[in-house]
């Protein structure tokens, strides 16, 4: 959940809470009940986006108010009580917002990640007989759901200090995940000799799965250490999970580790309130339209290179709600105060930086659904590591069982008993159903084998001509050691995989 608290009274402050759950949360919809009311209850007002992943708001009340939403929250549910809240005080009065206004939305960031929310109507719907149902509409939710797990395979959080020094590294790359509007105000510029800057020149959220896609980009991230960063570090948790997936999916992809500024712009420069590596202005979306460091001086940063898009006058505020004209396009514009007029009566006329070179954006976008099928069967068999840390690399080391094979792809209405005549009754020993977290069977397993033999004589038959299990071709992969091995430990063998509560 993120929000962003504001403070009408005449000695304001501002305050910025993140926290995220993965999708498909069964308690959001009791979440945005609880916030509006805790809201409510403090006169806090302002606006927000639920999501069955979060909660982001843009929020504005009293000192007293903001702090008493926040206690609230934290004795409402202990997640809460890990969140960052980050409060910012001498916020102008007119600042505030006058009512409350939280939407449900399908994704807190628009990358394209949701799910079908159509599906979701199958939640209530019953049947006498729901075994074999039950299966079917799983399959079609797993396949509709894109999102990559923030817990499995989001990035590593640094502290503003730690990714100050961060951006001093060589062997490091900066991707800016924010809009190029945003971008053109004000971003960070790495010392020489430093990390190279990346400018994924995004119109909108949606465009960077194709970015991060596309060939160039991965030649560019590949082997080098990432560091992301976004406003308040809400669309960097998205972002580095989304990578960490498709490098854990994807073999020739491989970073050395994955990694964004807790808190954002905003944390770093109320840490560095000289700037530090930041040049610019923090382009915001409530009503203090942009921020900068407390004591940065203008005479600091010489090379932004914002400017009115009409008289090509250097000019870094947003004012007026000015839009690119060409078709499909339609991002901010900037318009000085000369030009305004001018851009009021000739909206046409208007050309964003992006339009004007004639750039286009990554066409080719990622099958989002094959990715994480991919990533997650890779945890599950032990093939990779979802998030490093210290820069290590993401693969585990190859130290495999002689005794146990990862199956997937294996047909939703399928027995134990089948699964060993169509592999080998000589050779299967015990077979362990995998589930997800609601205790629903996807098509996947772990054999225990009878000898190091069985296993050479499963694999040898996959490789030659494939193995089918009721029909159905399967994948049969090695696995790797974790912690896990007493998972055959007093095991009881079910004969029919598990199919949730």
Same mark, same amino acid.
């Given at each position: 959940? !993120?929000? *962003?608290? @504001?403070?009408? %009274?005449?000695?304001? $402050? ?7 759950? &993965? =999708? +498909? ?70 600042? !505030?917002? *006058?009512? @409350?206004?939280? %939407?449900?939305?399908? $994704? ?7 799910? &079908? =929310? +159509? ?383």
């Amino acid at each position: 959940m !993120m929000a *962003r608290l @504001l403070d009408p %009274r005449t000695l304001r $402050e501002n305050s910025s809470i993140t926290r995220w759950l &993965d =999708p +498909r949360n069964p308690e959001h919809k009791r979440a945005i009940k609880t916030v509006i009311s805790i809201a409510t209850r403090h006169s806090v007002t302002g606006r927000g986006r639920v999501a069955p992943e979060g909660l982001n708001c843009t929020l504005t009340g009293s000192p007293a108010g903001i702090r008493s939403f926040c206690g609230d929250l934290r004795e409402w549910d202990e997640i809460f009580r890990e969140t960052d809240f980050k409060i910012t005080d001498g916020v102008e009065l007119g600042k !505030m917002f *006058r009512q @409350l206004s939280i %939407r449900k939305t399908d $994704e807190l960031v628009a990358y394209g990640l949701a799910g &079908d =929310p +159509r599906l979701d109507r199958f939640n209530h719907t019953r049947h006498l007989n729901s075994f074999h149902v039950k299966f079917e509409i799983h399959e079609r939710r797993r396949q509709t759901e894109k999102a990559p797990s923030i817990k499995k395979f989001g990035g590593t959080h640094l502290e503003a200090d730690e990714y100050h020094r961060a951006m001093e590294d060589p062997d490091a790359v900066i991707i800016d995940v924010r809009n190029a509007y945003e971008s053109s105000i004000g971003g960070f510029r790495p010392p020489e000799g430093g990390a190279e800057l990346i400018d994924p020149k995004m119109r909108n959220s949606i465009e960077f799965p194709k970015w991060l896609n596309s060939e160039e980009t991965r030649e560019r991230i590949n082997g080098k250490k990432v560091l992301m960063y976004c406003t308040g570090g809400i669309r960097c948790e998205r972002a580095s999970a989304l990578l960490n997936e498709m490098s854990a999916a994807i073999d020739d992809l491989n970073p050395k580790g994955v990694y964004h500024c807790r808190g954002g712009i905003e944390r770093y420069v109320k840490t560095y309130q000289s700037g530090g590596y930041w040049t610019g202005k923090n382009y915001l979306f409530d009503k203090r339209m942009e921020q900068t460091p407390s004591q940065a001086k203008a005479a600091d940063h010489p090379d932004v290179h914002a400017k009115c898009c009409l008289c090509l006058a250097p000019w870094d505020s947003y004012r007026g709600q000015f839009k690119c004209s060409r078709n499909l396009c339609g991002v901010p514009v900037i318009v000085c105060e000369k030009c305004a007029a001018v851009a009021t009566d000739k909206p046409g006329k208007l050309v964003c930086d992006l339009c004007r070179e004639g750039h286009r954006a990554p066409s080719e976008a990622p099958d989002l659904v094959g990715l994480k099928r991919r990533a997650e069967e890779a945890l599950e068999s032990g093939g990779a590591s979802a998030t490093p840390a210290g820069g290590n690399e993401k693969k585990r080391p190859r130290i495999l069982y002689e005794d146990r094979l990862f199956v997937r792809r294996l047909p939703l209405v399928v027995t134990a008993s089948r699964i060993k005549e169509d592999v080998g009754l000589k050779d299967v020993r015990n077979i362990h159903w995998l589930s997800d977290r609601k205790g629903l069977f996807y098509g996947s397993c772990i054999l225990q084998l009878k000898s190091p033999e069985s296993l050479q004589n499963i694999l040898e038959r996959s490789n030659k001509g494939g193995i089918r299990v009721n029909g159905k071709k399967v994948k049969i992969a090695e696995c790797y050691k974790r912690d896990d091995s007493n998972l055959f430990d007093k095991f009881c063998q079910r004969e029919y995989p598990p199919v949730g509560c």
